[in-house]
């Protein structure tokens, strides 16, 4: 039996679902994955855990702030 990452989605999320997922890959790796959460089967994003961490920070210090 293969392993499936465990997705989880922000509680900041719309009712109608429109958000991301993230999990980690399964793989013991430390890399996290990343994918629509409304079209879960079109693939997904794959980053390494220094670019996750560095993603991160960006966030909370507001780097992404339209």
Not at 14 to 40: I, Y
Not at 54 to 60: D, L, P, Q, W
Request: negative net charge.
């Amino acid at each position: 039996m293969t392993s499936q990452p465990q997705w989880k989605k922000s509680s900041f999320s719309n009712p109608n679902g429109d958000c991301v997922e993230f999990a980690p890959a399964v793989d013991g790796s430390g890399d996290v994955l990343v994918r629509h959460s409304k079209r879960p089967d079109e693939g997904m994003i794959r980053y390494t855990a220094d670019e996750w961490r560095a993603f991160v920070a960006g966030v909370k210090v507001g780097e992404f702030d339209l």
